[in-house]
């Protein structure tokens, strides 16, 4: 059951990003870099990754809410079934300073409610829109295990 609900949010993910793509992207809370290969030879993007455990190869080993320390700029940020594990609302200060002009980020994670075995506070799309004030929300919803929201910064 868990890998069908995991399933939902990659495929959600790949979706988003055949509208949402850049040629450079990186991935926060990549865990493996197996969805980042994917998702590289998909949309001819050089993605790099971000975890604080860096489970395979080529993985920066760093927190969320650390991704300035890069000094790097972004066409797209993503994260799937990961804000839950970081500060969402430092991250999500910090990933706006990443992004290039007209850059986006690309939020998938678990819905608040949904039953995943873990015992995890996950946060509601509601919730996090609200944390999200810098951005411009140019997407969102929900399906039956997760929530989406794409984001490029509200430049009022």
Same mark, same amino acid.
């Given at each position: 059951?868990? =890998?069908?609900? *995991? +399933? $939902? ?10 509208? #949402?793509? @850049?040629?450079?992207?990186? !991935? ?5 870099? *197996? ?18 455990? @860096? =489970? ?8 969320? $809410?650390?991704?300035? +320390? ?14 839950? #594990? ?14 290039? /002009? /007209? ?11 949904? *039953?995943?075995?873990?015992? !995890? =506070?996950?946060?509601?799309?509601? *919730? ?19 929530? =989406? ?5 509200? +430049? +009022?």
């Amino acid at each position: 059951m868990l =890998y069908e609900m *995991e +399933k $939902e949010g990659r495929n959600l993910l790949l979706k988003l990003l055949e509208k #949402h793509h @850049g040629n450079k992207m990186l !991935e926060v809370g990549c865990g493996s870099n *197996e969805p980042a290969l994917l998702i590289s030879k998909k949309f001819n993007s050089n993605v790099k990754c971000i975890d604080p455990y @860096g =489970y395979g190869k080529n993985i920066i080993k760093m927190r969320g $809410e650390e991704i300035a +320390k890069l000094n790097e700029k972004f066409d797209v940020i993503y994260s799937v079934m990961s804000l839950h #594990h970081m500060d969402a609302f430092i991250f999500l200060k910090e990933a706006i300073k990443a992004l290039n /002009n /007209n850059g986006k980020l690309v939020i998938v994670d678990w819905k608040k409610g949904v *039953e995943t075995g873990v015992p !995890e =506070y996950y946060f509601s799309l509601n *919730e996090v829109i609200a944390m999200m004030k810098d951005y411009e929300i140019i997407d969102k919803g929900e399906k039956k295990h997760h929530f =989406y929201v794409v984001g490029k910064e509200n +430049k +009022k």
